[in-house]
């Protein structure tokens, strides 16, 4: 399998986490100086209020971008090992996470939420836990992944159809990735593929039987990777210019 990430994309975000941290605490700081003439009464407000949105937007990036391992780290290490017509694409395309393979295309939704979440149907919930309040802010919300993968294969779709209208009838699965290993999934009749990666091989190897003249055609496969290829071509030009 060929794993293509967007580095380029991944430190500039990373970058954005780190200053974006430290312009905020010091704006904090400013406002809080401010903060002890009256006369500044208004300067401290808004340096507080800017530095309080800086470094949650610092904290959010950072923990999405800057830590290890990365949504795009586990997903390439679950996967590794398939057949070596395989491409995973990371961040080059309307979704983040493509897999194109001999059993077909494939988006994957990575969540990093821990703890207890549960999902009944179309709603989705995550327990509040002490651990959670203190990092509520800077933490990554849970969302209704289910809606954010839907809304990434239509993009996607949209993608295909609008370079290579031949192949929008090609069928897609989605799943939605629990990448923490402390996860605790209660899944009740979900509207959508929930995993956890060591479930990933299998998924992608043996779909459900019903599925199984889904199978992509080799020169549909092909041209598929000629269209993401080109992506990644582009990306690549823009960041030598």
């Known amino acids: 399998m060929e794993i293509f990430i967007n580095e380029r994309l991944v430190k500039r975000r990373a970058a954005l986490g780190k200053y974006g941290s430290l312009l905020g605490l010091a704006t904090l700081a400013g406002g809080l100086i401010a903060s002890f003439y009256p006369q500044l009464f208004y300067v401290s407000l808004g340096a507080l209020i800017l530095g309080f949105l800086l470094s949650q937007l610092g904290s959010y990036n950072l923990q999405r ?4 391992p990365r949504a795009d780290q586990v997903l390439s290490e679950a996967l590794k090992g398939l057949d070596r ?3 995973l694409y990371h961040y080059y395309l309307p979704a983040a996470h493509v897999l194109v393979s001999p059993t077909g295309l494939f988006v994957f939704t990575v969540k990093p939420q821990g703890g207890k979440v549960s999902c009944e149907g179309a709603r989705w919930r995550q327990k509040l836990s002490f651990g959670r309040v203190l990092l509520f802010f800077g933490e990554e919300g849970l969302g209704n ?4 993968l839907q809304y990434e294969m239509k993009q996607l779709a949209k993608f295909i159809f609008d370079r290579r209208p031949d192949l929008a009838k090609l069928s897609m699965r989605g799943a939605v990735v629990f990448s923490n ?3 605790e999934l209660n899944l009740q009749t979900p509207t959508v593929k929930v995993l956890q990666p060591k479930q990933l091989k299998a998924f992608v190897r043996g779909p459900e039987k019903a599925e199984n003249q889904k199978y992509m055609k080799p020169e549909e496969r092909e041209a598929l990777i000629e269209l993401f ?3 990644v071509a582009k990306a690549s030009a823009n960041k030598k210019a």
């Open 65 to 68: 971008w800057g830590r290890k």
């Open 85 to 87: 017509k395989s491409r």
């Open 145 to 148: 992944p289910a809606a954010e």
């Open 229 to 231: 290829d080109e992506a």
């Open 181 to 183: 290993p402390r996860v």
